[in-house]
């Protein structure tokens, strides 16, 4: 693996963003509006992904990123719960669902081979 300099240059948090960028477009319809509370929430744990990825890169040691990362893969995994709770009350289609649920796994799966990376020791 080539050495990475910025966190912007990693591949979880490239997919990360991506997700971020589909709870937001979903989020914008109006079935969302009557919820907001839920709204919010779902947006913030997307968020939370690539915040965490960032935060752990930052701190510069891969013992605080590893445990960043843990968090990061913990908001990843509420928000594909979310995914299910937005289908179950119709805010979402199924297609949005599957777009989004496929990349949210996609994140997780990224984050632990990242994770599992680190603790090989390189």
């Known amino acids: 693996m080539s050495t990475v300099r910025r966190f912007e240059d990693l591949?979880?948090?490239k997919l990360?963003?991506?997700l971020v960028c589909l709870i937001y477009a979903v989020?914008?319809?109006?079935?969302?509006?009557?919820?907001?509370s839920f709204r919010d929430?779902?947006?913030?744990?997307?968020?939370?992904i690539v915040a965490n990825v960032a935060e752990g890169?930052?701190?510069?040691s891969d013992k605080q990123l590893i445990q960043f990362?843990?968090?990061a893969?913990?908001?990843?995994?509420?928000v594909r719960s979310l995914l299910y709770v937005a289908l179950d009350q119709g805010y979402l289609t199924m297609e949005e669902f599957q777009n989004c649920i496929s990349k949210a796994e996609e994140v997780s799966?990224?984050?632990?081979?990242?994770?599992?990376?680190l603790q090989s020791g390189r």
């Open 109 to 117: 799966k990224a984050l632990f081979g990242f994770i599992r990376y």
């Open 57 to 60: 890169f930052e701190r510069g």
């Open 16 to 18: 990360a963003r991506e």
């Open 73 to 78: 893969r913990g908001s990843a995994g509420e």
């Open 41 to 48: 929430q779902f947006r913030r744990a997307a968020v939370s």
């Open 11 to 13: 591949a979880a948090w």
């Open 69 to 71: 990362l843990y968090n």
């Open 27 to 36: 989020t914008k319809k109006s079935d969302f509006d009557s919820d907001i």
